[in-house]
């Protein structure tokens, strides 16, 4: 889950063909790598690969090398996953012995065009 691993990793897809139309990641660090990979490869993101994250991607500083890539940025509502995470910890602690469950949480999902982003 770094940055190296999704430079990595999106190298490896650049040798598929055809091309992937769009790469989706699990996190900032690996969207990172991701965009390092594919500037240096000449792909242009969204025109050639689109590339979709989870959690906020401007919030990573590294070094001085700017991207300006548009993206897609799935953000999730942390503070409630983790709320409700510790709710049920503590209930299990507690002795209850529930059944699972599914509980759905909203998302945002946002472009961030054009929007500079610093990677290593």
Known sequence: HTQQSGHDLVKELLDLRPLPE??????SRLALG???ALT???????????L???FEISTLIDDSRLIRSPLLVAT????????LGIRRLIERIGGAHDTAEDLLLPV???ARAGQPVVAS
């Open 108 to 110: 945002a999902i946002a």
């Open 52 to 54: 979709a994250t989870f």
């Open 76 to 83: 999730q509502p942390a503070y409630e996953i983790g709320r």
């Open 22 to 27: 769009a790469i989706c990641v699990g996190n």
């Open 34 to 36: 991701a965009l390092r």
């Open 40 to 50: 240096e490869a000449g792909v242009r993101v969204p025109d050639n690969i689109a």
